[in-house]
């Protein structure tokens, strides 16, 4: 999703243009840089440590950190969009009573993927046929609740991901080709997709069930045969309580992305698709 150091150069920007913003591009520029450089500092250790998240303990720059901090902006479950355009509300709802499903409430199959920024990656399983809705959101970590800011810094042990639910029309099998061809050669990236990197950015499949972990461990041992000596780091476990992200941050590039220009969602489009917008 959106980097700090974007955001960082565009309230620089800001403070040019709008002068009588000064005060509060300053306090947002602080916080982003003081966030980015825990987040690079965190995922240097983790890399060196050969760890695959951040354990709370090791958040080695949280007192730097809440010299600047202000008021944790919580997200609103229940105010996010629901079906049949998004999944975000029914998922946090399951979150919110610490629930793994493997089926909607519609009877629906779950499935979870991670694979860098969740923009690009829910908007490719959008337009798969048989996916009835999508979300983006935080799995595999330790912290309840977790906002944007706090996955960011790479302090709460969760990667960005998203959840779909789909039919009958599509298989499990069909979903882990098109996860494989969105990564590419980036599962040999530790900790990265793109030029997205840190913990937070690591790419995964997460299972809800037996028959998708023993497909997900297949699919990754064909993967592993097709690209070689290289190794792939992509994590294929159990998934852990998936909370949904942001609203802002649901069917993003759909919506119009960063520069307001929306990208097409429609079923087997194969229109290239603009990460950041």
């Known amino acids: 999703a959106r980097k700090p150091h974007r955001q960082a150069a565009e309230a620089s920007t800001t403070l040019i243009v709008v002068p009588f913003r000064v005060a509060f591009v300053v306090d947002e520029l602080t916080a ?19 760890t695959t998240r951040a354990p709370l303990a090791m958040n080695l720059f949280g007192g730097l950190g809440k010299a600047f ?6 997200i609103n479950y229940e105010a996010l969009a629901g079906l ?27 499935a979870t993927f991670a694979a860098g920024c969740f ?40 990667t960005e991901a998203i959840q779909v639910i789909y039919d009958d029309t599509v298989s499990y099998e069909d979903l882990l080709r098109v996860f494989w061809d ?45 690209l070689g000596k290289a190794k792939i780091y992509t994590e294929v476990e159990p998934a852990q309580v998936f909370w949904p992200a942001e ?21 087997g489009s194969t229109d290239p698709i603009r990460c950041y917008g």
């Open 182 to 226: 969105r990564l590419g050669k980036d599962a040999t990236k530790y900790h990265q997709v793109g030029n997205d990197s840190g913990p937070q950015y690591r790419h995964g499949i997460y299972t809800h069930s037996d028959a998708q972990l023993a497909a997900a461990k297949k699919s990754l041992d064909d993967q592993q045969a097709k």
């Open 32 to 50: 982003c840089l003081t966030m980015r450089f825990a987040c690079f500092a965190n995922a240097a250790m983790f890399a060196a440590r050969g």
């Open 84 to 110: 049949p355009f998004s999944f975000a509300q029914e998922a946090g709802e399951y979150a919110l009573k610490g629930e793994v499903p493997s089926k909607s409430k519609d009877g629906y199959t779950i």
């Open 69 to 74: 901090e202000r008021p944790k902006r919580e």
């Open 247 to 267: 609203e802002y941050h649901q069917q993003y590039l759909q919506k119009g992305g960063r520069f307001s220009t929306p990208q097409s969602a429609e079923k």
């Open 119 to 158: 923009w690009g990656i829910e908007l490719a399983f959008q337009r798969v046929p048989g996916v009835v809705a999508t979300c983006s959101g935080y799995v595999q970590g330790e912290v309840e609740k977790p906002t944007y800011d706090e996955v960011c810094s790479a302090s709460t042990g969760h």
